[in-house]
Nanobody, 124 residues
Framework: QVQLVESGGGLVQAGGSLRLSCAAS????????MGWFRQTPGKEREFVAA????????DYVDSVKGRFTISRDNAKNTVYLQMNSLKPGDTAVYYC?????????????????WGRGTQVTVSS
């Protein structure tokens, strides 16, 4: 059993920052690709960022490049998403996900485990 729990969401004004955390339990995932996705009502869950198991490679959707930073601390079984210069369009429920057995991917269906999400609301 693997559990992922997000934290750090909240309400922030446009231009502000939030740092999301995703803590894994149940087993180690140091060799797992980790990703962040987000979803708003009526839309599909969309890819935001991913990080390789070593942390040496990252991938971001164009809309967050230069503003968001994904990182991981394998010793703590935790992945982070630092979100700066937040915009109202970033408002969504943010989910962390873990993918074991493959390379970095943006494909939702390839991720094996998901957290329950944390709400991020950016006001204008």
């Amino acid at each position: 059993q693997v559990q992922l729990v997000e934290s750090g969401g909240g309400l922030v004004q446009a231009g502000g920052s939030l740092r999301l955390s995703c803590a894994a339990s149940g087993r180690t995932f140091s060799t797992w690709v980790m990703g962040w996705f987000r979803q708003t009502p009526g839309k599909e869950r969309e890819f935001v960022a991913a990080i390789s198991w070593t942390g040496g490679r990252t991938d971001y959707v164009d809309s967050v490049k230069g503003r968001f930073t994904i990182s991981r601390d394998n010793a703590k079984n935790t992945v982070y998403l630092q979100m700066n210069s937040l915009k109202p369009g970033d408002t969504a429920v943010y989910y962390c996900a873990a993918d074991y057995g493959g390379g970095m991917t943006r494909v939702r269906d390839l991720y094996d485990y998901w957290g329950r999400g944390t709400q991020v609301t950016v006001s204008s």
